[in-house]
């Protein structure tokens, strides 16, 4: 009986399981960050791009 409720007292695993969902929250966020801006970053490369190629012509 002794060592049923050690288990049930014991926290430590749920700590860091809060922290593993905080990371992957903030992963998700990121992803969604990076989607939003990865379209003008692309626009600005190919700009930079055209304007490098007749640069050298």
Known sequence: MTMF???????????AIEYGLIAAIVAVGIIAAL??????LQSTFNAVNTQLSGATK
Not at 5 to 15: C, I, L, P, Q, Y
Not at 35 to 40: A, D, E, H, L
Request: aromatic share 6%; glycine share 18%; proline share 0%.
């Open 5 to 15: 409720s050690r288990f049930v007292k014991d926290e430590s695993g749920a700590t």
């Open 35 to 40: 989607k939003n801006v990865s379209g003008g």
